[in-house]
């Protein structure tokens, strides 16, 4: 047996993902068996999209390269409204629902779901930021709708009072790498929440939205 192969079937034996594996995979911090289930639904929710048609709320933490999606709402909506791209920015509507109809498909953007929060809670009748639970580690977030907007008309206060940019990342790991298109490994961007008290409080609880949980 190779050293190669050796070494997946210790790495198969304990529960964890073949490095072999991982260097082609998209970031994830999961067991084996997790892992694997988790690529399943990935495959399931493309290929229903490939099939069936787009679905009414993407599954953001499926794509590979979440940025990519983020840049195609940005492109679509820009080429129906010729304004340029870079005068565009997604503006963050929480719906108060965690599934949609056909009803609820917007005019522009597009919706998104499977997003875990960490830090903070999210209670649906409140619709802004709370302190969480004790002992609460994860909150589920209702489905969001991304907007495009002008930058110009970019909010920074809101109804409640404030606004956080609460970053989104891939894994838990809130770190990564300058890939070779220029975007993070693991930073995908910034979700503007409301919230009734000032940023910084959501800062020192390291509040953040997860595509996967560990």
Known sequence: MSPALEKMHYELLYNTVP?????????????LGTWVQDLR???????????NGPPLSYWLSSFFFPQG?????LQKHARATKIPID?????????????CTSADMPQ???LIHGLGLQGADWKIANSHLTDQEPGQLFTQMPIVWLDPIRKSDVKTTSSKGFLYDCPVYKTSTRAGELSTTGH????????????TVHSDHWVRR??????QLD
Request: proline share 5%; aromatic share 12%.
């Open 41 to 51: 639904k990935r495959i399931e929710f493309l290929s229903s999209w490939l099939l």
């Open 108 to 110: 522009t953007g597009a």
């Open 184 to 195: 993070s490994t693991n930073f995908v961007l910034y979700l503007r929440l409301p919230s």
């Open 87 to 99: 005068q565009l920015e997604l503006e963050t509507h929480v719906l108060t629902k965690s599934s």
């Open 19 to 31: 490095n072999m594996w991982e260097k082609f995979a998209y970031p994830s911090l999961a067991p």
């Open 206 to 211: 390291g509040a953040a939205i997860l595509l």
């Open 69 to 73: 999606f983020m840049t195609a709402v």
